[in-house]
């Protein structure tokens, strides 16, 4: 969306994943991260396909085919991001991987090492999936009553959105300030900070109402050019939901109807 994302690419919302393995990768981890696994999946790609042609057998082969299912779905979709297809896809690349921690350049590797490498792994990942699961479950509990989806009191919605703003120093920070965002009431209170949670937000999931808001808030900061120019830029790439962003710029507080309805008459162009 920032770089000027087509009509044509966007449609009412603009996709949230490039359904490519390696393409998510590089967004979310970089080329580090990104890196870090192509290797990985290459090398026990290359391990197996030796050892199927020293010692071609049916197993041998349905396990390769299995991952290779799994990896070239993962070129068309993201089915690796969902625990019953990676644990099963992990489970056929381990069986796969024959004994003996061994690369292919030849260099060996003691057991005791590689023992002591996996346990560190496996009790990082232990901790980590631990935190996170505790920090999703009070994401569940918060999200859609600071965002206005339930009849709690003002009270259990103002203590939600604060649960929001503590989760947005964890791991699900980019997951726990849309809501942040969305709960935000538009007005000029705070509206510095509000800009910046909305800038974050915009490389996470640029929808037509998370742009439309941050529109909103940059004219109540006083950055009109900015203001017009996203607003502008929203309206060219979500073409069929021009009523809805035209009804929302009309509810907003009156100065950012000053300065966004120019905007609107000219629909983007």
């Not at 061994?102 to 496996?122: D, K, N, T, Y």
């Not at 004219?219 to 009804?247: D, I, N, Y």
Request: aromatic residues 8%; contains cysteine; hydrophobic residues 50%.
């Amino acid at each position: 969306f920032v770089l000027g994302l087509p009509p044509e690419m966007a449609g009412d919302e603009t996709w949230t994943s490039p359904h490519n393995m390696v393409l998510q990768l590089l967004a979310e981890t970089g080329l580090v991260g990104a890196g870090l696994v192509c290797v990985g999946l290459l090398a026990w790609i290359g391990r197996s396909c030796a050892q199927f042609r020293r010692d071609p057998d049916a197993a041998k082969w349905w396990l390769l085919s299995c991952a290779g299912v799994e990896c070239l779905h993962a070129l068309l979709e993201y089915p690796l991001w969902y625990a019953h297809f990676l644990a099963l896809t992990a489970l056929i690349m381990g069986t796969g991987s024959g004994a003996g921690p061994r690369f292919e350049s030849g260099i060996a590797i003691r057991p005791v090492v590689m023992r002591a490498i996996l346990s560190s792994c496996a009790v990082g990942g232990t901790v980590l999936l631990g935190i996170t699961l505790a920090a999703y479950f009070r994401f569940d509990l918060a999200s859609p009553v600071a965002a206005g989806r339930s009849l709690a009191s003002d009270r259990d919605v103002a203590r939600d959105r604060d649960s929001l703003v503590g989760l947005s120093q964890t791991l699900l920070a980019p997951r726990a300030e849309l809501w942040l965002f969305l709960a935000f009431p538009l007005d000029a209170s705070s509206v510095s900070e509000k800009v910046a949670v909305g800038e974050r937000v915009l490389r996470f999931w640029p929808s037509r109402v998370v742009v439309v808001r941050q529109s909103i808030f940059l004219a109540l900061a006083g950055r009109r050019e900015e203001a017009v120019a996203l607003l502008s830029k929203s309206l060219r790439t979500f073409r069929t939901q021009g009523p809805a962003t035209a009804e929302a710029i009309r509810a907003a507080p009156q100065a950012a109807r000053d300065a966004l309805l120019p905007a609107l008459s000219g629909q983007g162009r």
